[in-house]
């Protein structure tokens, strides 16, 4: 594990790099392999490829929230416990952990293939999209245990103070699905089932990689099978600690379903094309943004639970306006080179250029408000203020987003159901800077006089005016 005295003293500015960096790293490694699959799938098969895989990924979201419901969950107690001091705690959390991901894993295995056709039924989808996103479906569900020991277990080997270890896993996982994508698509055409296969098969290869560090003598949070435990009160506190989590996801699994719900609607598998374009591009500052929020977690935990309440500041302030900046970057980027990074994933058709493009421009602008409204989420599930961080996802999704997709639309047609994401993100942004500065103030006032303003001045390179 990171060292105690490291984390209550080193510089926040030293210690966000040594998490934040490989966190990034690994959530776009992790998440970029559902953009290889587009990046095969939208030059070797079509544009109804790209909208099945687009119309079965929410399933994928499903399967990631549980992941990280445990995964964060878990490793958010444990970053406080360890703030507290207390060792035994840390580790009886993990070992119900493990089992509890294998049991979730069996679950939605069974789940997933008993219920697929219904859930594209529900979509109102037919035809050969159909029999594509079913194929691509079925695969993943059958491989729900591998995807989740990569999910979960990444965020507590980051916890255990290697981040750059995760990071490796995750890139090693990208590199055999890039490979394998290559193969099974382009070379021996097998299309969507290969490319869902591909993707298993990476996720296995990263999930078993980290269990081999967690159960090696290695490992500060070492897993004993004879110390496995399903324990219901534990286990209910990893639950109620990752519903933010999951929450997450989930908002991301509601949009994703709602914008696809609304795309056939009011538009068409065309439309559905473009949003899996743009849903591919947003996905990678979606990862920076989480990479980001969750690097910044066991800073953030740690400290909360050793009341060092101006290391707190200190990290809350950098992880803002890195994501601030991160935002405004992708804002700028799109803006000037949306047609380059649309022919990426298809080249031979100006319908679905017209189309993406047309979304593109008016989506970016939730690339303002995104970073900052997972940021707050995160931070209060760092501290275990759990209702404060659902109130964030919950609202965003249910008051804003869903009520947005069901009035814009009719109004505005197509370009109404573009609209509402970044609408939706920005009302959300006005709500978590009123939390964020009551938060500052409450941080304020536990820091001693005589420490603040060297705690605030000296641990990251701004002034208290910045």
């Given at each position: 594990?990171?060292d ?77 416990d ?129 269990s ?8 500060g949070?070492r ?83 050793a ?5 707190v ?18 804002f ?63 609202r ?33 942004l ?27 001045a ?9």
């Amino acid at each position: 594990m990171t060292d105690e005295q490291e984390m209550r003293s080193a510089s926040i500015g030293k210690l966000f790099l040594k998490f934040v960096f490989p966190a990034t790293i690994g959530l776009i490694v992790a998440g970029i392999q559902g953009v290889i699959d587009g990046l095969f799938i939208g030059n070797a098969v079509d544009s109804q490829g790209l909208a099945a895989v687009t119309l079965a990924f929410p399933a994928l979201i499903a399967i990631i929230a549980i992941g990280h419901m445990i995964g964060i969950g878990t490793s958010s107690l444990v970053a406080l416990d360890l703030g507290r001091g207390d060792q035994k705690r840390a580790h009886r959390l993990v070992h119900n952990a493990f089992p509890l991901l294998l049991l979730a894993g069996i679950g939605l295995t069974v789940f997933g293939l008993a219920f697929s056709d219904s859930y594209l039924h529900l979509l109102g989808v037919s035809g050969p999209v159909f029999t594509m996103a079913n194929a691509y479906l079925r695969v993943l569900f059958a491989g729900s245990v591998f995807l989740l020991l990569a999910i979960t277990l990444d965020p507590l080997v980051r916890n255990d103070g290697k981040p750059g270890f995760s990071m490796i896993c995750l890139v090693a996982g990208v590199g055999v699905n890039l490979g394998l994508d290559y193969l099974f698509i382009m070379r021996m055409g097998m299309g969507i089932p290969g490319a869902a296969i591909a993707t298993v098969i990476a996720f296995s290869l990263s999930g078993i990689l980290l269990s081999l560090y967690l159960f090696s003598k290695w490992a500060g949070l070492r897993l004993k099978p004879r110390a496995f435990r399903l324990e219901p009160g534990v286990i209910l506190e990893i639950i109620k600690a990752g519903l933010p989590s999951f929450a997450m996801q989930f908002s991301t699994f509601a949009l994703i379903f709602a914008n696809n719900f609304m795309l056939l609607r009011h538009g068409s598998t065309l439309a559905v094309s473009g949003y899996c374009i743009i849903g591919y591009v947003f996905s990678i500052f979606s990862l920076i943004f989480e990479g980001i929020a969750v690097g910044a977690q066991p800073i953030i935990g740690f400290n909360y639970g050793a009341r060092c309440y101006s290391r707190v500041a200190s990290t809350l302030k950098l992880a803002a306006i890195s994501c601030l900046g991160t935002g405004a970057a992708g804002f700028l980027f799109l803006s000037i080179f949306p047609e380059q990074v649309i022919r990426i994933f298809n080249h031979d058709s100006p319908e679905l250029l017209a189309t993406t493009l047309n979304g593109m421009e008016i989506f970016i602008f939730a690339l303002l408000a995104q970073g900052m409204v997972m940021l707050g989420s995160v931070y209060f599930q760092s501290i275990n203020r759990i209702k404060s961080s659902l109130f964030i996802q919950l609202r965003k999704v249910f008051l804003f987003l869903l009520p947005l997709l069901w009035i814009l639309p009719p109004l505005m047609g197509i370009d109404g159901v573009w609209l509402a994401t970044p609408a939706a993100e920005f009302l959300m942004l006005l709500v978590v800077l009123g939390l964020l500065w009551k938060e500052f103030g409450f941080l304020k006032s536990r820091i001693p006089v005589s420490e603040e303003g060297h705690s605030l001045a000296s641990e990251i390179v701004l002034t208290p005016n910045d």
